[in-house]
Nanobody, 121 residues
Framework: QVQLVESGGGLVQAGGSLRLSCAASGTVFSINSMAWYRQAPGKPRELVAE???????NYANSVKGRFTISRDNATNTVYLQMNSLKPDDTALYYC???????????????WGQGTQVTVSS
């Protein structure tokens, strides 16, 4: 069984910074992609940033230059460093990890429980 545990959300003023963490635990053979999504009230969930097993990264245009995604393969953890935060960044942030539990198992996608980020103006 795999669990994703998120931390690091909170309330911050515009222009401030937060760092989100998401650690995968349980039966993990290998991790493919790791990503962060967010969902604001009344809006669909959107991709914020993603990183592949090879270290390639991709960002939503709205966060480019402000957010940085990184991963620690030794601890199966993905981070999202968020700088210059804006009120529009307010949302519930979810980590998303594609991983294999066994060598012959297909990759499954797992979601974290979500962590709230609120940016005040």
């Amino acid at each position: 069984q795999v669990q994703l545990v998120e931390s690091g959300g909170g309330l911050v003023q515009a222009g401030g910074s937060l760092r989100l963490s998401c650690a995968a635990s349980g039966t993990v053979f290998s991790i493919n992609s790791m990503a962060w999504y967010r969902q604001a009230p009344g809006k669909p969930r959107e991709l914020v940033a993603e990183t592949s097993s090879a270290g390639r990264t991709n960002y939503a245009n709205s966060v480019k230059g402000r957010f940085t995604i990184s991963r620690d393969n030794a601890t199966n953890t993905v981070y999202l460093q968020m700088n210059s935060l804006k009120p529009d960044d307010t949302a519930l942030y979810y980590c998303n990890v594609a991983m294999r539990a066994r060598p012959t198992a297909p990759a499954n996608v797992y979601w974290g429980q979500g962590t709230q980020v609120t940016v005040s103006s």
